[in-house]
């Protein structure tokens, strides 16, 4: 069964630092697509950043420059790493997978992603 396990969310004040990590079970991260995801409350799901197959990446306006996404296909494990964290930073982040998009770009987009973590709470606050 495919599973996607995040981890590494808190409390952080303005200008710190987090890293968000992913741990997948139950299927190959190597031949598929990778992406994070935030839901602010009140607001729609976004894509954060996003990683095709090929390692061809996608940032959010908001995050690029701050924020930078990798994975350890060997550990089958996804990260975000995000600096200079802002408090419009604050949300649940998601982590997401799918079979290799055809296209190569705008791929992140949440209601195309097939499979989702559970999510966990980022909050940037004084």
């Known amino acids: 069964q495919l599973q996607l396990v995040e981890s590494g969310g808190g409390l952080v004040q303005p200008g710190g630092s987090l890293r968000l990590s992913c741990a997948a079970s139950?299927?190959?991260?190597?031949?598929?697509?990778i992406g994070w995801f935030r839901q602010a409350p009140g607001k729609e799901r976004e894509g954060v950043s996003c990683?095709?197959?090929?390692?061809?990446?996608e940032y959010a306006d908001s995050v690029k420059g701050r924020f930078t996404i990798s994975r350890d296909n060997a550990k089958n494990m996804v990260y975000l790493q995000m600096n200079t964290l802002k408090p419009e930073d604050t949300a649940i982040y998601y982590c997401?997978?799918?079979?290799?998009?055809?296209?190569?770009?705008?791929?992140?987009?949440?209601?195309?992603?097939?499979?989702w973590g559970q999510g966990t709470q980022v909050t940037v606050s004084s």
């Open positions: 997401a997978a799918h079979p290799p998009f055809t296209t190569l770009q705008n791929i992140c987009v949440p209601t195309e992603w097939a499979y």
């Open positions: 139950g299927f190959t991260l190597d031949y598929y697509a």
């Open positions: 990683l095709n197959v090929g390692e061809i990446t």
